[in-house]
């Protein structure tokens, strides 16, 4: 497994829930956790609500500073930020956790994409970095969550670069209970991208917060 400590973890649009749990299940394994905001003073809000070491600061200052860069923001602001870090975000690892989704009154469903999905998408863009899928289908309810010692659920990790994906397994195993597991190329990232929709499903119905097990490996 790859060593992954010291790795600096910054986080787009780490103001939101789901870049609010990573951070602090990160900074809690005692990662350095920057949080990437529109505006330098909510990130700075969001890493003193996490503690442990947490920073905070516009998006562009986080994706120029931190090691390896998580994207959680929503679907619909995802191409333009990530065209306007392109620079920024050059040899790094930049992890989508972007799950392009709408609501309707049945629910959940997938929404398409040009590109295929929104890991491709920012592949697309990204061109000079290493774009890695990963963190589709983990609560950030259960991340926040302080009673929830261990997270029980496997991590699909997707890409095309081997020693990222590598290294993005090891990043998810940082989590207590979390197995990083490598679930294929990006062009397979649509489908994972996707079962978020059936995973809401299940959570609605059950009042779960379901993760996966990948069995017999
Ligand atoms: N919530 C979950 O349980 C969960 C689980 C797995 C994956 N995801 C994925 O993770 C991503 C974030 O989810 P979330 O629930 O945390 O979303 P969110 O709270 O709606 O948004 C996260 C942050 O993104 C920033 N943002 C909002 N609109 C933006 C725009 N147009 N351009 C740039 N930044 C923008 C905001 O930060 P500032 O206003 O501070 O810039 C916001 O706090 C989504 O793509 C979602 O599909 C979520």
Redesign the pocket.
Known sequence: MTDVNGLSIGIL?G?????KGLARRFALAGHRVLIG???AQ??QEAADSIGAGATGDENAAVASQADLVIV??????HK??LESLRAELAGKIVVD???P?GFDKQGAYALPVEEGSAAQQAAAVLTESRVVAA???????VLMDPSVEKVDLDVLVLGDDREATGTVQALAEAIPGVRGVYGGRLRNAHQVEAL?ANIISVNRRYKAHAGLRITDI
């Open positions: 649009g103001t939101g829930d789901q870049g905001s529109r505006s909510r990130a959680a923001v929503p679907y619909e602001g333009a930020l956790c972007v799950n989704l963190f589709h289908h983990v609560s950030a309810v978020t």
